[in-house]
C-alpha cells in the first residue's frame, strides 16, 4: 500500500483524467490510497476493484466512486478492461463551494444524468474546441454536486474500515516511503510507531493482505522504477533503494513489477510512461 501523489500542472483545468487500459496478465494494482476524489467510468468489460475492506466487480457502463482517504486497488476480471479515470484537485473542488474531506459518496453510482454529464467531460477534453476547459470546469461541478445531493452517505453509519488498523497501516507506509533506501525492517518500522512488531505484521496483512516486507519491497521497486525511467544505472539505483545484491533486485522487482527492470529502462514518452502507471 502506499499514498499516491497527484501534481496538477495545469491551475485552469487541474484535473488528471486518462483513459486506461489494463490486462488479466498485469499484476493486480498495488493498494494505494490519495486525499482527492477519485471517479472510474468502465468502458469495457469488468473490474474487480476492493475499496478499504470491500471487493467487488464493476461492470461497463458503472460509475465507481473512490472517497477521499480511502485504500483501493483494481484489476481485470475475465477479459481486458478499459476506463476513465477523472481525479480533481482538492483546490477545483473547494472553489465549487464542495468539501473533499468531508465528501461520503456511494461507491456503486447507477445515475443516468451523472454518467450522461460523465460522457460530455469525455467529449469535451478529447475533442477540446474553444472554450473546453470552462466546458470540462463545469461538468465536473455538476457531477460532483449531483453526486453530493443524491448519493451522499452518512458517514457514521456507513460500514467503514477499521479507523484505527487503517491509521496504523499508513503510518507504517508513510515511514517506509521515507526511509525506503534505508536498511529498515519489521522491529524498526514498529520501534518508530511504538508498537510491537508482530501487532504491526498483523495490521498490514489485515489492511493490504500483503506482509510487511512485501509493502516494502514493493515501495523499493516503485522507487526504482521512476530511476529506471530517469536512465540512472542498476549499481546507482540499488544504492538508492536499498537493495543489497542485483539478483535479488531483478527477482523482486519482476515479482512486484511484473516485468523485469530491463523493460522500464528503455527511453519512453511521458504518454508511454503513463499508460504503465
Known sequence: MYFERHVFSDSDLPIYFQFQQRTTAEPIFQLHWHETLELIYITENSVEIRINDKTEIYSAGELV????QSAHNFRAVGKDCSYYCLIPDNALLSSFGISPGSLSVRNRIHDEEIVSVYKQLIRETNERKSMYKSCARAYINLMVSLLVRNHTVDQHTAKRFDDNS?????DAIHYIEEHYAEPIDGIIIA???G?????LCHVIRKVTNQ???ENLMYVRCRKAKE???AGYSINQILYQ???NNTSHFCRTY???MGVPPSFHKKNKSAQERKNEQ
Do not use: C, E, H
Open 65 to 68: 466512486v473512490i472517497n477521499p
Open 211 to 213: 506482509t510487511l516486507t
Open 241 to 243: 533503494t536499498g537493495f
Open 191 to 193: 520501534d518508530a510507531l
Open 227 to 229: 530511476l529506471l525511467w
Open 254 to 256: 519482476k515479482k512486484m
Open 195 to 199: 508498537i510491537s512488531r508482530s501487532y
Open 166 to 170: 487503517m491509521s496504523i497501516a499508513k
